[in-house]
C-alpha cells in the first residue's frame, strides 16, 4: 500500500491515508509530504477526495470505507488499484507462492540498468530500485518486441483471496504453486483453479501476450491449458525452453538449441534464488534487454529488506560474535529453503532460527509442514503467532506452543518464549562464538534482530 500511495503520488495524484501503527513505511511516507494519520480511525476523508484505496487487511465495516460509501466515493481494493494502472501500461506480473518479491527486484534492478525504466511497485525494500516503488518511462524505449508501448509495470502477483484476478499483464511469470492461504482456498486444486483464471488474463500471443511458467514445481499442464498467450518453461530439467544451472555459484540459462546466452556469479545463495533470478532475466530479455546487460546486472544485485539479509554481528563477552539474518520466510518451503541455503553456505556452529508464525490459520492448516522444515536449525525459538486477518476463533484453535511440541516430537529444540525482550534476553544467555541467529516470519519479528544488536526499533 505504502509502495501504490508514493507511485500515485508520483505520477501527480494528491495521496493522504491512515495506517494502525507508525512504522518505517509510514516515516518515508511522511518524508515525502504525504498525509498520513495513525492510531484509531476517525472515520474522516478529505472534502475533496475522489477515490479510496483499501489493503486486504481492512474490514468492511472500517469507518472511513463506510464514510466512503456514504458519500458515494468509488472504493478499490488494492489489487483492483493494481489492475487499473497495468491496464494503462505494458503490464508484468510476477505471481506464485514464493519469490515474488525477490524476482520483481531483480527485474525491475535489470530492466533499470537496461534503460528500460520500468513503473515498478514491490513488496519490500529495495535500495537499488530506490525502495518499493518506482516512476518509470511513459513508453518502452529501444527496439525489443516491446518498444513503443505504453510503459512496463511490474507489480506482485498475490493469490490470497484471489486478488491477482483483478491483474492485466501482458507479460507474466508463476515461479511456484503449493498449498497456501488455506482459509480462502479449499485445497490445492483449487489454488491451481486461480492461477490457470489468472494465467487467462494474458493476452493473445498476437498481442504480446507471454507467459513464462516452471517447467516443474508450477503445475504448468493444468494452468496453461487453453492458453492463447505465448508459453515457456524454465527450469533445471534439460527438458526446459530455458535451462538453467547453479554450479559453484555460478548461475547459467541456455535456449532450446542448448546454446548458453547468459552467466552471471549468483548475487544471492540457494537454489532457489538462482531460479528467482532465471525467471528475472528471461523476462527482462523478452521485454527487449540484451543478455550481456542482464547477466551483468544480476550479477550486481545487492538484495532487498529482510530476504537473507545481513544485520550484522552480535559481539560476545568471549571475544566471538554471533551472525545476526534478517528473513520474510513464513512458509514451510521458504523456511526450510532458506535454513538450507544458510547451513551450506555460511556452515555456522550452531543454527538459530527465531521463527514468528503468520496466521493461526496458515499455522493451524500447514502445522505439520512447518514441523518438518526446521531440522536444518539447532535451535527453534517462537513468540506467539502474528495475529492478522484471523478471526478469534481461529486464534483459539492453535498456538505457538503446538508448533514447539511437534518440533520437540521430531527431535528438534525448540522452546516458546515470548514477548520480544524475553527471546532477545534468552539469545544473549546462549549465544556462542560461531553461532548464526536467522529472524525469520511476515509480521513485527524483524524488531527482534534490531534488538539484538542494539539498534533502536524503526
Same mark, same amino acid.
Not at 61 to 71: F, M, T
Not at 82 to 103: D, F, N, P, V, Y
Not at 225 to 243: H, I, M, N
Not at 296 to 325: E, N
Given at each position: 500500500?505504502?509502495?501504490?500511495?508514493?507511485?500515485?503520488?508520483?505520477?501527480?495524484?494528491?495521496?493522504?491515508?491512515?495506517?494502525?501503527?507508525?512504522?518505517?513505511?509510514?516515516?518515508?511516507?511522511?518524508?515525502?509530504?504525504?498525509?498520513?494519520?495513525?492510531?484509531?480511525?476517525?472515520?474522516?476523508?478529505?472534502?475533496?477526495?475522489?477515490?479510496?484505496?483499501?489493503?486486504?487487511?481492512?474490514?468492511?465495516?472500517?469507518?472511513?470505507?463506510?464514510?466512503?460509501?456514504?458519500?458515494?466515493?468509488?472504493?478499490?481494493?488494492?489489487?483492483?488499484?493494481?489492475?487499473?494502472?497495468?491496464?494503462?501500461?505494458?503490464?508484468?506480473?510476477?505471481?506464485?507462492?514464493?519469490?515474488?518479491?525477490?524476482?520483481?527486484?531483480?527485474?525491475?534492478?535489470?530492466?533499470?540498468?537496461?534503460?528500460?525504466?520500468?513503473?515498478?511497485?514491490?513488496?519490500?525494500?529495495?535500495?537499488?530500485?530506490?525502495?518499493?516503488?518506482?516512476?518509470?518511462?511513459?513508453?518502452?524505449?529501444?527496439?525489443?518486441?516491446?518498444?513503443?508501448?505504453?510503459?512496463?509495470?511490474?507489480?506482485?502477483?498475490?493469490?490470497?483471496?484471489?486478488?491477482?484476478?483483478?491483474?492485466?499483464?501482458?507479460?507474466? +511469470? #508463476?515461479?511456484?504453486?503449493?498449498?497456501?492461504?488455506? =482459509? $480462502?482456498?479449499? /485445497? %490445492?486444486?483449487?489454488? @491451481? !483453479?486461480? &492461477?490457470?483464471?489468472?494465467?487467462?488474463?494474458?493476452?493473445?500471443?498476437?498481442?504480446?501476450?507471454?507467459? +513464462? #511458467?516452471?517447467?516443474?514445481?508450477?503445475?504448468?499442464? =493444468? $494452468?496453461?491449458? /487453453? %492458453?492463447?498467450?505465448? @508459453? !515457456?518453461? &524454465?527450469?533445471?530439467?534439460?527438458?526446459?525452453?530455458?535451462?538453467?544451472?547453479?554450479?559453484?555459484?555460478?548461475?547459467?540459462?541456455?535456449?532450446?538449441?542448448?546454446?548458453?546466452?547468459?552467466?552471471?556469479?549468483?548475487?544471492?545463495?540457494?537454489?532457489?534464488?538462482?531460479?528467482?533470478?532465471?525467471?528475472?532475466?528471461?523476462?527482462?530479455?523478452?521485454?527487449?534487454?540484451?543478455?550481456?546487460?542482464?547477466?551483468?546486472?544480476?550479477?550486481?544485485?545487492?538484495?532487498?529488506?529482510?530476504?537473507?539479509?545481513?544485520?550484522?554481528?552480535?559481539?560476545?563477552?568471549?571475544?566471538?560474535?554471533?551472525?545476526?539474518?534478517?528473513?520474510?520466510?513464513?512458509?514451510?518451503?521458504?523456511?526450510?529453503?532458506?535454513?538450507?541455503?544458510?547451513?551450506?553456505?555460511?556452515?555456522?556452529?550452531?543454527?538459530?532460527?527465531?521463527?514468528?508464525?503468520?496466521?493461526?490459520?496458515?499455522?493451524?492448516?500447514?502445522?505439520?509442514?512447518?514441523?518438518?522444515?526446521?531440522?536444518?536449525?539447532?535451535?527453534?525459538?517462537?513468540?506467539?503467532?502474528?495475529?492478522?486477518?484471523?478471526?478469534?476463533?481461529?486464534?483459539?484453535?492453535?498456538?505457538?506452543?503446538?508448533?514447539?511440541?511437534?518440533?520437540?516430537?521430531?527431535?528438534?529444540?525448540?522452546?516458546?518464549?515470548?514477548?520480544?525482550?524475553?527471546?532477545?534476553?534468552?539469545?544473549?544467555?546462549?549465544?556462542?562464538?560461531?553461532?548464526?541467529?536467522?529472524?525469520?516470519?511476515?509480521?513485527?519479528?524483524?524488531?527482534?534482530?534490531?534488538?539484538?544488536?542494539?539498534?533502536?526499533?524503526?
Amino acid at each position: 500500500m505504502s509502495g501504490l500511495a508514493m507511485m500515485m503520488h508520483g505520477l501527480g495524484a494528491r495521496v493522504s491515508g491512515s495506517d494502525a501503527q507508525k512504522g518505517p513505511e509510514i516515516e518515508a511516507l511522511l518524508e515525502a509530504n504525504l498525509t498520513v494519520t495513525t492510531g484509531e480511525s476517525t472515520g474522516l476523508l478529505p472534502e475533496d477526495c475522489d477515490l479510496t484505496i483499501h489493503s486486504a487487511a481492512v474490514p468492511p465495516d472500517h469507518p472511513e470505507l463506510l464514510e466512503a460509501q456514504r458519500r458515494g466515493i468509488e472504493v478499490l481494493s488494492y489489487a483492483e488499484a493494481l489492475g487499473r494502472l497495468q491496464s494503462e501500461r505494458t503490464g508484468i506480473s510476477i505471481a506464485g507462492t514464493h519469490g515474488k518479491s525477490t524476482t520483481s527486484a531483480l527485474l525491475a534492478h535489470t530492466l533499470i540498468q537496461a534503460g528500460l525504466e520500468p513503473n515498478v511497485i514491490v513488496g519490500a525494500q529495495c535500495p537499488q530500485i530506490g525502495g518499493g516503488w518506482r516512476v518509470g518511462e511513459h513508453t518502452i524505449p529501444g527496439d525489443g518486441p516491446l518498444a513503443g508501448r505504453d510503459g512496463l509495470m511490474i507489480c506482485e502477483a498475490c493469490e490470497f483471496n484471489r486478488s491477482f484476478h483483478h491483474h492485466r499483464p501482458v507479460l507474466a +511469470l #508463476i515461479n511456484n504453486i503449493e498449498e497456501d492461504h488455506l =482459509d $480462502v482456498y479449499g /485445497g %490445492l486444486e483449487e489454488i @491451481v !483453479e486461480a &492461477f490457470h483464471a489468472f494465467a487467462q488474463l494474458i493476452p493473445d500471443a498476437d498481442q504480446g501476450g507471454y507467459l +513464462l #511458467i516452471a517447467h516443474e514445481g508450477a503445475h504448468r499442464r =493444468d $494452468v496453461t491449458a /487453453g %492458453l492463447t498467450c505465448r @508459453v !515457456e518453461t &524454465f527450469g533445471f530439467t534439460p527438458e526446459s525452453d530455458w535451462r538453467v544451472t547453479l554450479e559453484d555459484g555460478r548461475v547459467t540459462i541456455h535456449d532450446r538449441s542448448g546454446m548458453m546466452v547468459a552467466e552471471w556469479a549468483s548475487p544471492m545463495i540457494g537454489t532457489h534464488n538462482a531460479m528467482n533470478a532465471a525467471a528475472a532475466a528471461i523476462l527482462a530479455h523478452r521485454a527487449g534487454a540484451d543478455w550481456a546487460v542482464i547477466s551483468k546486472a544480476i550479477a550486481s544485485f545487492s538484495g532487498l529488506d529482510r530476504r537473507m539479509q545481513l544485520l550484522g554481528r552480535r559481539p560476545l563477552p568471549d571475544g566471538g560474535h554471533m551472525v545476526v539474518i534478517d528473513d520474510y520466510g513464513h512458509h514451510p518451503t521458504e523456511v526450510e529453503a532458506t535454513l538450507r541455503a544458510l547451513r551450506t553456505n555460511h556452515d555456522p556452529q550452531r543454527l538459530i532460527c527465531v521463527f514468528q508464525p503468520h496466521q493461526h490459520s496458515r499455522t493451524r492448516f500447514l502445522l505439520d509442514h512447518f514441523a518438518t522444515s526446521f531440522d536444518h536449525a539447532d535451535i527453534v525459538i517462537v513468540p506467539q503467532i502474528y495475529f492478522v486477518r484471523d478471526s478469534e476463533a481461529e486464534r483459539q484453535r492453535v498456538s505457538a506452543g503446538d508448533l514447539v511440541e511437534r518440533l520437540r516430537h521430531r527431535g528438534t529444540r525448540a522452546m516458546h518464549v515470548h514477548p520480544f525482550e524475553a527471546i532477545v534476553e534468552q539469545l544473549e544467555v546462549i549465544g556462542r562464538d560461531g553461532d548464526l541467529v536467522v529472524v525469520m516470519g511476515a509480521g513485527p519479528v524483524w524488531q527482534i534482530g534490531h534488538q539484538l544488536l542494539g539498534r533502536e526499533q524503526a
